[in-house]
């Protein structure tokens, strides 16, 4: 399954310039594990690295224009850094599979003469099999919408060969003099520059390296869940998936049962063994055709319906159900899932994070943030990032597993998120970076 390798933003509201794992022109940088938990205080930007991932997703469903209006954000003005005039930008750094050579893309979105957002410059880079150093080839080069787009899936260019001009590259190909270039090349102008190039070109099979890359964005589940939406009864009808509020989480139920009966009832005991104070976990089905969800709690004779049950069960749930999708979402991005939950739950809750995303069958990539110790406490060092307020206001980060005192800590057996509580993972501490 694909794996985000490394991501940087840009210009992102306290955001200013912040990587996280490898990029491709900074290999000596770890890349990013299976399971990656930003932990931080109160204000250090941990909602906004979340919204980075659901302002690029959102930015390839609607365009720019409209995911700078999206989920409270007011604008590209709002969003952009204070005292920055420079665009947002994004670059994402993964491979489809463990095998495949990494793929860059890069994003700059920026405002016009009429202070509308539209996308400055779209680029995707990727070295060609057997190239091991130097610039990986592009094979999509895009400057306010027009540009140049590599066919197939070996195809690019070498920009170490020379100054590179886009515009003359895009004039020779036309005239036929960049005979080597021409045979693989497209020029292409897009319709409106505030969609993003891979909107469009990712629906065609003859860029097969862009098209992956679209369905994995498309794949990215971002959670919103809300537990008084979760609670409500939705209209009778399976579907597959989880949305991103759980709203759905009776049609999902149903989908379970129709589609795999006798894994959704190992499901529900398993689930009901992970929930204190569960039994059993069943359905019933309402006259109209909906799935009720039953929790038979210990102590009690007749069941509670989930339209009774504690915000903290159902979010428990609606987590353990997401985790066991059969075709689970390529990346899993959950912000402070601590949030109504026991305490004592929620080392198991990371546990099954990280054997989720660790597992065989090749489970999602999971993205946390948290500011909750009892959480941290499940975690190596290695998979905790840390997000903090720098001298100038704006956000730094930095690997818990960098600081190699604290690293060592760690290997003789005390807790990570105890040592993040005593403030030992304080950069302004002697022992820390």
């Given at each position: 399954m694909a794996k985000i390798e490394g991501f940087r933003i840009k210009n992102f509201r306290a955001l200013k310039d912040i990587t996280l794992g490898q990029l491709w022109n900074q290999q000596n940088a770890e890349p990013l594990m299976p399971m990656t938990v930003v932990i931080g205080k109160n204000g250090v930007g941990k909602s906004t690295l979340?919204?980075?991932?659901?302002?690029?997703?959102?930015?390839?469903?609607?365009?720019?224009?409209?995911?700078?209006?999206?989920?409270?954000?007011?604008?590209?003005?709002?969003?952009?850094?204070?005292?920055?005039?420079?665009?947002?930008?994004?670059?994402?750094?993964?491979?489809?599979d463990g095998n495949a050579r990494p793929i860059t893309y890069e994003i700059s979105i920026d405002v016009d003469n009429t202070g509308r957002p539209f996308v400055l410059k779209e680029r995707f880079r990727q070295r060609r099999k057997g190239q091991s150093r130097g610039r990986p080839f592009s094979f999509l080069i895009l400057n306010s919408g027009k540009g140049v787009v590599w066919k197939g899936d070996q195809e690019g260019l070498d920009e170490e060969r020379g100054n590179f001009d886009l515009f003359g590259l895009m004039e020779s190909i036309k005239t036929g003099e960049a005979k080597e270039e021409s045979r693989e090349t497209e020029i292409v102008e897009l319709e409106d520059k505030r969609k993003l190039g891979i909107a469009t070109l990712g629906a065609l099979k003859q860029h097969p390296r862009i098209s992956a890359f679209r369905k994995f964005i498309e794949g990215w589940y971002l959670s919103y869940f809300a537990s008084d939406a979760a609670r409500g009864l939705s209209l009778a009808g399976p579907q597959k998936h989880l949305n991103i509020h759980g709203d759905n989480l009776g049609n999902v139920v149903q989908f379970m049962e129709r589609e795999h009966p006798k894994r959704f009832q190992s499901i529900l005991d398993r689930i009901a063994e992970k929930i204190p104070g569960i039994d059993r976990i069943d359905t019933e089905k309402t006259n109209d055709g909906r799935l009720l969800l039953r929790f038979n709690d210990k102590g009690f004779d007749d069941p509670f319906y989930a339209q009774q049950m504690s915000d903290g069960t159902l979010k428990v749930f609606a987590y353990l159900l997401l985790l066991e999708d059969p075709s689970p979402p390529p990346f899993l991005c959950i912000e402070e899932p601590e949030n109504g939950l026991y305490h004592k739950l929620l080392e198991s809750l990371a546990v099954e994070f990280r054997e989720h995303a660790t597992g065989r069958k090749g489970g999602s990539q999971v993205f946390i943030t948290t500011h909750q110790p009892y959480f941290v406490d499940a975690l190596e060092p290695d998979e905790v990032w840390i997000l903090e307020k720098g001298a100038d206001g704006y956000?730094?980060?930095?690997?818990?597993?960098?600081?190699?005192?604290?690293?060592?800590?760690?290997?003789?057996?005390?807790?990570?998120?105890?040592?993040?509580?005593?403030?030992?993972?304080?950069?302004?501490?002697?022992?820390?970076f």
């Amino acid at each position: 399954m694909a794996k985000i390798e490394g991501f940087r933003i840009k210009n992102f509201r306290a955001l200013k310039d912040i990587t996280l794992g490898q990029l491709w022109n900074q290999q000596n940088a770890e890349p990013l594990m299976p399971m990656t938990v930003v932990i931080g205080k109160n204000g250090v930007g941990k909602s906004t690295l979340f919204d980075a991932f659901g302002f690029l997703a959102d930015s390839l469903k609607s365009g720019v224009e409209e995911a700078c209006d999206l989920r409270g954000r007011s604008g590209f003005k709002r969003i952009r850094t204070q005292g920055q005039d420079g665009p947002i930008e994004f670059e994402v750094y993964y491979k489809e599979d463990g095998n495949a050579r990494p793929i860059t893309y890069e994003i700059s979105i920026d405002v016009d003469n009429t202070g509308r957002p539209f996308v400055l410059k779209e680029r995707f880079r990727q070295r060609r099999k057997g190239q091991s150093r130097g610039r990986p080839f592009s094979f999509l080069i895009l400057n306010s919408g027009k540009g140049v787009v590599w066919k197939g899936d070996q195809e690019g260019l070498d920009e170490e060969r020379g100054n590179f001009d886009l515009f003359g590259l895009m004039e020779s190909i036309k005239t036929g003099e960049a005979k080597e270039e021409s045979r693989e090349t497209e020029i292409v102008e897009l319709e409106d520059k505030r969609k993003l190039g891979i909107a469009t070109l990712g629906a065609l099979k003859q860029h097969p390296r862009i098209s992956a890359f679209r369905k994995f964005i498309e794949g990215w589940y971002l959670s919103y869940f809300a537990s008084d939406a979760a609670r409500g009864l939705s209209l009778a009808g399976p579907q597959k998936h989880l949305n991103i509020h759980g709203d759905n989480l009776g049609n999902v139920v149903q989908f379970m049962e129709r589609e795999h009966p006798k894994r959704f009832q190992s499901i529900l005991d398993r689930i009901a063994e992970k929930i204190p104070g569960i039994d059993r976990i069943d359905t019933e089905k309402t006259n109209d055709g909906r799935l009720l969800l039953r929790f038979n709690d210990k102590g009690f004779d007749d069941p509670f319906y989930a339209q009774q049950m504690s915000d903290g069960t159902l979010k428990v749930f609606a987590y353990l159900l997401l985790l066991e999708d059969p075709s689970p979402p390529p990346f899993l991005c959950i912000e402070e899932p601590e949030n109504g939950l026991y305490h004592k739950l929620l080392e198991s809750l990371a546990v099954e994070f990280r054997e989720h995303a660790t597992g065989r069958k090749g489970g999602s990539q999971v993205f946390i943030t948290t500011h909750q110790p009892y959480f941290v406490d499940a975690l190596e060092p290695d998979e905790v990032w840390i997000l903090e307020k720098g001298a100038d206001g704006y956000s730094i980060i930095r690997r818990a597993s960098d600081d190699k005192i604290v690293k060592n800590m760690v290997a003789e057996g005390l807790p990570l998120g105890g040592l993040w509580y005593s403030d030992y993972l304080d950069a302004r501490l002697p022992n820390a970076f």
